[in-house]
């Protein structure tokens, strides 16, 4: 009887969960692992050995079920309020000294940068700095305080009911079914031109587009229980898909410039 009210409550309240699912995250790493150079390749290998861009990636949701990780908990996102300017949301991050992935994401470059940080501590950064890169490209991780991202948007995916965060996080990238490797083979196309626009734009600038598609996200549902699906899906794929690409070719370029 406990089992069965437990698995009511579970499918009744999903998880309020702050981060692309595991394959958004496994995605990015994926594509990034092909867009490193060799010198970087080898770097990533020396400090993660076995475990690839894509595999290290969920790590920094793993830890969350660990109490000794707790301060990390505020590093997966940024909450802005809504109409900003790309100038106003620039001059907001470098205003803020708290935790957050725009702080964070610097503090973790500039560390694995540092030769005399230690190295037993460069397989965490390196998990984290993979991981932030992802959570900035899902829009929802640059959305608004009083609704956490999302988190208390309740819509309907067919008839099962979710937050508009967890949509963006992985209903939307799970509803395709396929595997990591699959989808990154499959969305893992770039001009050169392209590629070098999304990788020399300043990292403010990630965060200006996500909270731009964010407030697209946020306008396009009028919070009271919407019903997406098909429509839906049809509507963002590929914009959800273009968050993926970028977010890859944008870390193996950090990647590139770190281990330089
Ligand atoms: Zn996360």
Redesign the pocket.
């Known amino acids: 009887m406990r089992k069965i009210l437990f698995a009511a409550l579970v499918i009744y309240f999903p998880s309020q969960c702050?981060?692309w699912g595991l394959l958004g995250h496994r995605i990015v790493g994926q594509i990034a692992q092909t867009h490193l150079t060799t010198k970087a390749a080898r770097a990533v290998k020396a400090i993660l050995g076995n475990e690839d861009l894509a595999m290290c990636s969920n790590w920094?949701?793993f830890i969350k079920s660990d109490t000794s990780y707790k301060h990390l908990s505020n590093w997966?996102y940024v909450n802005l309020k809504g109409g900003l300017t790309e100038a106003q949301v620039i001059e907001q991050l470098n205003a803020d000294t708290a935790a957050n992935a725009y702080t964070k994401l610097n503090f973790l470059v500039a560390q694995l940068k540092d030769k005399t940080t230690d190295p037993s501590l460069k397989p965490m950064y390196l998990r984290l700095l993979v991981?932030l890169v992802g959570?900035i490209h899902q829009p929802m991780h640059v959305g608004r305080l009083d609704d956490l991202g999302g988190n208390r948007i309740r819509v309907l995916w067919f008839k099962d009911p979710y937050n508009l965060h967890q949509i963006w996080d992985e209903v939307l990238i799970d509803f395709q079914q396929l595997s990591y490797t699959e989808y990154a083979k499959a969305i893992n196309f770039s001009t050169k031109m392209q590629c070098q626009q999304w990788q020399q734009q300043p990292r403010e600038h990630w965060f200006y587009e996500s909270y731009q598609l964010a407030s697209l996200i946020y306008s396009d549902v009028k919070g009271n229980e919407d019903k997406l699906g098909f429509q839906y899906n049809f509507k963002y794929k590929a914009l959800m898909e273009e968050q993926l690409l970028k977010g890859g070719i944008r870390l193996a370029a950090v990647l590139n410039d770190i281990f330089s």
């Open positions: 702050m981060a920094p949701d997966h991981h959570d």
